[in-house]
């Protein structure tokens, strides 16, 4: 049953179209009726004052006056219609009738009789209205009901020749009411015209403005308007991932707290309403065009992951025929701290292969110990452990890790070591290496020298040198403000050939053909990290004030490319750990 009714329940614009042509016709007729009694007043005014004029001049007449006064005298058993019929009272009234076209002329005595009447037979008889006012010296209009119908009538007193106050009779003139009628209409004609136009344009106008406002609601009904706006009103204060919806234009139509969050953090600026082209936000957002990403993109100290999705009106309807374009909705999300923890668990991926091959290492040592000692040859197990004890607990392929006096920074390289030992590298400590504090702050160390140390492997492994390696050197800087690491990592890669003025450039990489320059601008999927790291160390370092940049681009003939970075406050003098007292 509730079916039955939404299904033949109008739709909101045609209700709207219909209320409005209500009250069109509403205001129309009412006008039109308001013209029609106000003419119909103003012609009955006309015709009383018409009936005044012809009674004034039919009662000022000599004949008519001396006739009524000899008539008043005469007994009233001798004024009969016989008497009076054809009189020249009778004949004076007649004409003045027809010469007016009045609906009648009569004239009667001082007591209210008729003497002239267009109808002979009421002659001599009482007139069927009161003529008091008249007889008394008075003048009087109105429309009433009498003997020949409604009309328009006037009633103005009859005085004695010679005189100016004695009343002999009175004269009743009156115009047919039919009369009144058919002036209204002659002149109701062009109203009702022009009223029919008025409904017609209204009509006309009501629909241009429903199918305006169906295209403006594309098509959707309050209710539905309601619930979108409560759903994203939900939406967009209940997700962390920025929102932005953008229309076919290009102007911003959404822009949430995430959003604002993401992109442009301490702002206030409302950007509902302004051209995405002159809004200010990152250069990267007017490239997002149809079905776009993931893409990684550096905004300030954040990595974003940027997608987006075209929206169109049957992704709202289902049911709604055509797929009409609306713009496109981009999301943002934070992907930050998923960068730090990737550095972070990179890290420990390194180490823990550090500690797979020392237990690799220790269960060989063992093995060996215990061999020597089931063969009861106990001096040689004696000589083997010394020489153990002597060379340590495990040896890392990088050369020179004692000049690591930091055992963070000493077990970061010697793992990283191991990885680059397992691909061929040889990691080396450089001879400039001088460490004298310990590390403060491990998790933007390692973000920083193990993205450098990462793609010094990488170039060095794609490099054509048959001798690879890469070099690290790191040295320590305290003044009274607080210490300061700084790092250089070389390798024998081929270089940046060119490169280095878009190294930094979010999005940009090493790895595959980029859009910037199809011919020899690299990049790869940014979702895979490639074209991140390098904007994200240097964003970490001048975040600390500090940077990131390239010494050497090197070359294929020479050597690969040098980086360099400077990390203040991650370096102290002070002891790691205070003893208990």
Request: negative net charge; charged residues 20%; aromatic residues 4%.
């Amino acid at each position: 049953m509730t079916q039955a009714r939404a299904a033949v329940r109008l739709r909101f614009s045609t209700r709207v179209l219909l209320l409005q042509l209500a009250v069109v016709c509403a205001v129309v007729l009412m006008t039109a009726g308001t013209f029609a009694a106000l003419t119909y007043q103003w012609l009955g005014d006309q015709a009383e004052e018409r009936a005044l004029a012809v009674a004034r001049t039919v009662a000022s007449s000599e004949d008519v006056r001396r006739e009524t006064a000899t008539l008043a005298a005469t007994p009233t058993a001798l004024l009969t219609p016989e008497t009076l019929a054809g009189g020249p009272l009778e004949d004076f009234a007649t004409s003045a009738q027809e010469r007016t076209g009045a609906l009648f002329v009569v004239v009667t005595d001082d007591a209210g009789l008729r003497l002239a009447h267009p109808n002979p037979a009421l002659l001599g008889q009482m007139v069927s209205t009161d003529p008091s006012v008249a007889l008394s010296g008075g003048e009087e209009t109105s429309q009433e009901n009498g003997t020949l119908g409604r009309s328009a009538r006037a009633k103005v007193p009859v005085f004695a020749p010679g005189s100016t106050t004695k009343v002999v009779g009175e004269v009743s003139v009156g115009f047919d009411s039919d009369d009144i009628v058919a002036g209204m209409l002659r002149n109701i004609v062009p109203v009702a015209l022009i009223a029919a136009a008025s409904l017609a344009l209204a009509a006309v106008a009501s629909t241009i403005m429903g199918a305006r406002l169906r295209r403006l609601t594309l098509g959707l009904e309050p209710e539905e308007i309601s619930g979108l706006a409560q759903d994203q009103e939900a939406v967009l204060r209940g997700v962390d991932e920025g929102v932005i919806g953008i229309s076919e234009n290009g102007t911003i139509t959404v822009f949430n707290e995430g959003a604002r969050r993401l992109l442009t953090p301490g702002s206030t600026l409302d950007y509902s309403g302004l051209s995405l082209a002159e809004s200010g936000l990152p250069d990267f957002l007017g490239a997002v065009t149809g079905d776009y990403g993931p893409h990684e993109h550096v905004v300030d100290e954040r990595v974003v992951i940027v997608t987006a999705r075209p929206v169109r009106l049957n992704d709202i309807r289902p049911n709604e025929k055509g797929a009409l374009p609306l713009g496109r909705v981009i999301m943002v999300r934070d992907r930050t701290e998923v960068q730090a923890l990737t550095r972070q668990l990179d890290a420990v991926n390194a180490l823990g292969t550090a500690l797979r091959a020392q237990r690799h290492e220790f269960a060989n040592r063992l093995h060996t110990v215990a061999g020597l000692l089931a063969l009861d040859r106990t001096a040689e197990a004696r000589d083997y452990i010394g020489e153990i004890m002597d060379s340590g607990p495990l040896t890392y392929p990088a050369q020179d890790l004692g000049l690591l006096s930091d055992p963070y920074l000493e077990a970061f390289i010697g793992a990283k070591s191991i990885e680059a030992h397992e691909r061929g590298v040889e990691l080396r400590i450089g001879p400039g290496t001088s460490i004298r504090g310990h590390i403060t702050d491990p998790q933007d160390v390692t973000a920083v020298l193990g993205n450098l140390l990462d793609n010094s492997i990488t170039a060095a492994v794609s490099g054509a040198s048959p001798h690879k390696w890469v070099e690290v050197e790191v040295l320590d800087e305290h003044t009274e403000s607080g210490g300061t690491l700084h790092l250089v990592v070389a390798d024998s890669g081929d270089g940046l050939r060119g490169e280095s003025g878009l190294i930094f450039t979010a999005g940009y990489s090493t790895a595959a053909p980029s859009p910037l320059d199809p011919i020899t601008a690299p990049m790869t999927d940014p979702i895979a990290g490639h074209g991140v790291g390098l904007a994200l160390v240097r964003h970490i370092a001048r975040r600390r004030g500090g940077d990131v940049w390239v010494a050497d681009s090197g070359s294929p003939q020479t050597q690969g490319a040098v980086f360099c970075a400077r990390l203040p406050g991650v370096i102290a003098l002070e002891p790691r750990f205070k003893e208990q007292p």
